[in-house]
């Protein structure tokens, strides 16, 4: 099997307003400016894994997930955030889907933190 070669580029547009895909573009171009490769080289450095493995892994895995939210939010995180709704319903109390609520508006506030602080991205 040949081995594949795939140019990173970083895309910031234009597309116009009306453009079916316009979330999809402006997120493209949202992340147009990080280096995913400093990600990959660390991991690639600690694991022992060469980097192009690791590249191939992150886009198999995502690209195999399926519909766009959930490759928004990865499937671990899914499961998590179904756990505990399961986990409420599962107890049957009004009490359970209070805590259950609080859970998952935390879970939320915590993936929602990088939108209200870029900083912790290297941009």
């Known amino acids: 099997m040949e081995t594949p070669v795939v140019h990173l580029e970083a895309w910031t547009g234009p597309w116009p307003a009306d453009d079916k895909d316009a979330n999809l573009k402006a997120d493209v171009a949202l992340y ?31 690209a195999s997930e399926g519909a766009s ?28 889907r209070l805590a259950a609520y609080h859970q998952l508006r935390q879970m939320i506030s915590w993936l929602h933190h990088p939108l209200d602080h870029p900083e912790v991205y290297d941009l």
């Open 32 to 62: 147009a400016k990080v280096d995913p490769l400093r990600t990959v080289r660390g991991l690639s450095e600690s694991t022992n894994i060469p980097e192009g493995a690791i590249v191939r892994w992150v886009l198999a895995r995502w």
């Open 69 to 96: 939210g959930l490759l928004e939010l990865g499937p671990t995180m899914t499961r998590r955030l179904q756990g505990v709704c399961v986990d409420a319903e599962a107890a049957d109390t009004d009490a359970a």
